[in-house]
């Protein structure tokens, strides 16, 4: 009996024990099935009473770490640009004005060509709206918007916002606010908000994007944005611009001249010492006020819109040329004479404001010089918005005081200068190419915004190399300009300088033929703004052959791919072949999609396999057509299926457990993974890549 009685415990504890694994295998296999289901903002929501009939939405998000929400003002042609619906708003409340957005960050996106706005860390949207129905319960609210990190994410999110209780409508206040939401008039700034897909959104979508007020740009009475670049990063390449101002005939031999002035005519060489000091650190306060007086008057709102407006790129373009014509010797630009003799006199006072009004005479003076490296520093600067142009005048401004210090306190390296020369003219000649080519990425910005296709990218790179072509040219002293000095033979410095320049002309020159040119891919309009994507002479057999011959369904994708948009037409093509099937979840507004197909794709070892070894589906997650209403559904959460992309998106989600992209899947002809340890790849480099291509391919039959 005892045996027996222990024979049951055992086997009871083994079905007991079995029991606990299958749980504990069940609870794992769920949590790792939903690991990927992502959702990196999680928001809040509250209503705020005003006045009257007026009340403050306030939504509130909480973005993870590493990831950036795109805001409204993401131009188009970017990534996706947080969209806001307001559901029930018609007879039931108006909009007050226009959503504002807390702190935003500004950086300029080389995939696209555009400066994208994002939130990073904490998202904070608010919108005014009257009451003008007494029997309005509730304001339903809708986000559409991306969010990315190494994976972008297009998510939505619904509010619905339940009025106070206790609200009683003010009759009176409600008419007049109606009167007075008649009379606001959108500002032009509204249109950047426009979704970058919005050309193929459906009539229901155009609908909710025509309503004037849904479409809004910041207000001044939110925080400032962010520098598109750190601040530290303007810096330096202010300190730069400085250093190369003071290479400059105008300012060069000032230094010398401004030194000896101090240490001989100081009572002691302490003193001599402490008025080059203030000299140098009164250059620092008169640029940086120069600074602080721009962001002032314009603002880092203001300076930022205008970064991408069409007549500001026109402008600065022509400002560009003018300053580069001048370095380039055709003419000096210069500051009335009558300021410096006034600085002058003032100088005579002696004491700290005689040094005060000695630094603004060599602001002044120098001016021809230096005015085209400030002026493009304060415009680069400002455009990124906040104290980035403050920043910038104290990095520059810094780089032109620290001789005069430095120089005052070791006097004796003085006889170590290089003595005055044409040299310094070479440095001005040099300024003017850079200025030049500078010049033409405003005229790009402008060209890319108008969609006029006259600087496309083929014309760009060749008007690229003409200019760095003649710089090297000049360089090698094959050129002379005006207010050159004969030239018996080039330096060492010189000569070393010609040959980098000779070496970035010729490695601009395969950008002709479709060559990413990633040192420079911010500059350039993007690939696909070119007369071919395949580069010069790329498109007259290999694209117009291929096209004709593509099977229904099919086009020429990136790199001169095969690629299928629909999954049924792809999967019936690699049957009729018998090819793996390759799934790219991918978006219109995704950008490290487009860095894994511009990097990734076009590596050589991995293009062959893309175009030969399998079937390219490449399903976009934010298409905005909508479906058949034939082919719309609800899904088992409950989820509306209404647009292509919602079809494909529940496809990525209830078949593999993601909700990210770019997402890549290898497939047989019956939808099985090939890739068995990594059935997904997603961001990643050039080798994993190859070898998760390699390992799924060989895994069909």
Known sequence: MKSTNQLHALRSKKIWNNTILFLLFFLFAFAK????????VKWTSKIEKKSGNNFVLIFDGTIEKDWHLYSQFTPEGGPL??????????????LVGKAKEGKTRTAFNDVFGVNETFFEGKAHIEQEITITNPAVKTIEVEFDFQVCKEVCINLNKKFSIALPANFKMDADAAAAAIVKADEVVTDPVDALAVDTTKSMVGTKDMEVAKNPADVVSPTSDMPDSTPQRSLWSIFFIAFLSGFAALLTPCVFPMIPMTVSFFTKQSKSRAKGIRNAIIYGFSIIAIYVILGLIVTKIFGADALNALSTDVWFNLIFFVILIIFATSFLGAFEIMLPNSWANKADQQADRGGIIGILFMALALAIVSFSCTGPIVGTLLVEAASNGGIAPVIGMLGFSLALALPFMLFAMFPGWLNSLPKSGGWLNTVKVVLGFLELALAFKFLSNADLVLQLHLLEREVFIAIWIAIFGALTLYLFG????????????????RLYLGLLTLVFTVYLIPGLWGAPLKLISAFPPPPQYSESPFGVGGSSNSSAGLE????????????????????????AFAKSINKPIMLDFTGYACVNCRKMENNVWSDEKILPILKNDIVLISLYVDDKRELPADKQYVTAAGDKIITVGDKWTDFMISKYKTNTQPLYVLTD?????????????SYVGTDEYLHWLKEGISKFK
């Open 33 to 40: 099935g939903n690991a990927q289901i992502l959702e990196p």
């Open 81 to 94: 640009a947080l969209e806001i619906a307001f559901k029930n708003q018609k007879g039931n409340y108006n």
């Open 478 to 493: 094959k050129i002379s300009l005006p207010h050159d000095s004969p030239l018996q033979h080039i330096s060492v410095g």
């Open 548 to 571: 004709k011959g593509l099977p229904d369904g099919a086009e020429l994708g990136p790199h001169g791919i095969m690629v299928f948009h629909d999954y049924e037409d792809g999967l």
């Open 669 to 681: 002809l019956e939808g099985k993974n090939l890739n068995v340890s990594k059935p997904t790849i």
